[in-house]
């Protein structure tokens, strides 16, 4: 974190013992030391929060592109529905319209068997 060569820690100390004394120095260095503890719980509680707000909109954001994902696949799937009934409607119409014209037209018959069935009557009676 800090860049303190032992040499300048020892200068530190020795400061600090002169200045404080060595009767209060045991106290203060574990003042010291719960402030420093409760100042690192601190910060990775901070740390922590930013990476769960983080997590969260990463979670939010992706659960967009799901929901888009699945609005387009929605989308698709409704205009393939849509396709295949005009498909059926069309389908249904023309077979219809060739039912209407097989019913209106009369029923045709070969020439071969017209004439088998005019030589297979029986002549009428003369």
Not at 111 to 120: I, L, R, V, Y
Request: aromatic fraction near 4%; charge should be neutral; charged fraction near 20%.
């Amino acid at each position: 974190m800090f860049d303190f060569s032992f040499s300048e820690l020892m200068v530190v100390l020795v400061v600090a013992l002169i200045v404080i004394g060595p009767e209060r120095l045991p106290k203060v260095a574990r003042t010291l030391g719960h402030l420093y503890g409760r100042a690192q719980r601190y910060v990775n509680g901070v740390k922590a929060d930013i990476a769960r707000d983080m997590a969260i909109e990463e979670y939010r954001q992706l659960q967009q592109k799901v929901q888009a994902e699945a609005q387009a696949l929605e989308q698709s799937v409704k205009n393939a529905a849509q396709t295949v009934d005009q498909h059926m409607q069309q389908i249904g119409a023309d077979a219809n319209r060739q039912l209407q014209q097989a019913q209106a037209a009369p029923p045709r018959q070969n020439p071969s068997q017209t004439a088998d069935q005019a030589t297979a009557l029986p002549p009428a009676n003369s």
